[in-house]
């Protein structure tokens, strides 16, 4: 029910698979094949916020022209209102939009052949919310890993893959990227969006690869890469997962 409270441990467990938690009420449940199906409809996210909400905020986010299709999903513990905005300033609506599911603590919305440029989300209301904005396009962040570098063998520099980040030591993110893009910037948000670290310049390391050092000071994190589509239109993708790198005890 809209405004009841919310189990942290759903919420953990799906910030730290990339999942999408979405507050259904009783009857509803028909309405959720938009949000399962799509991981494999829309694989590609360009934002994936979670926050408390008391009042209005606009979350603005890029669309290239390499997006086919736009999917929003929007959860708000205590909805007021939800406005998907166009880079016009006109409003997303069932009228003009491929889909349209409006619930009571949430709103799916889905737009095919967006127009380049900035949109907006507009959230009033308080309370947890949880928004993705995900789309079917040929660049796509598909995979982030850790990794370390160990002693040459051989001559040869040595590259562990980590399990898990580390907090404060030395370490390469590795990136992959897939799709025509250039002047590409990497850097780390928080669970909200906020940077917790300034912009860095991957080196690409192979088609579709690329790696960057950092020491990371944050436990927890997500990997925002942005830059210019083959079209010079700016893009951001986002990793969905929340990863973590826990403070050494």
Known sequence: MAGRAIDPTYLKISESTGGQLFLFQKGEAAQSLAVMSAPHTH????????????????????VDGSVESLLVLVSVQCRKEILVL???????????????????????????LPEPGKW???????????????????????????TVNGPPTEGKEQITRLPNALFGS??????????QVSRLGMRLVDASGSPISEPDAPEKTGEGSYRTN??????HFRILVAGEDSSAWPFQRMYPVLFSAPRPR
Do not use: C
């Open 120 to 146: 907006r989300v507009r959230l009033t209301g308080r309370g947890l919310f949880v928004l993705s904005v995900l789309a079917k396009t040929n660049i796509h962040l598909t995979g982030v890993g850790f």
């Open 214 to 219: 950092i020491v990371l000071q944050a436990e």
């Open 86 to 112: 166009r880079p016009s300033g006109s409003e997303l609506t069932a009228s003009n939009s491929a889909q349209s599911v409006d619930l009571a603590a949430g709103r799916i919305l889905r737009v095919d």
């Open 170 to 179: 030395p370490q390469a993110i590795q990136l992959e990227l897939y799709g």
């Open 43 to 62: 694989p590609a996210t360009i934002l994936r916020l979670v926050g408390n909400l008391n009042g209005a905020r606009d979350f603005e986010f890029p």
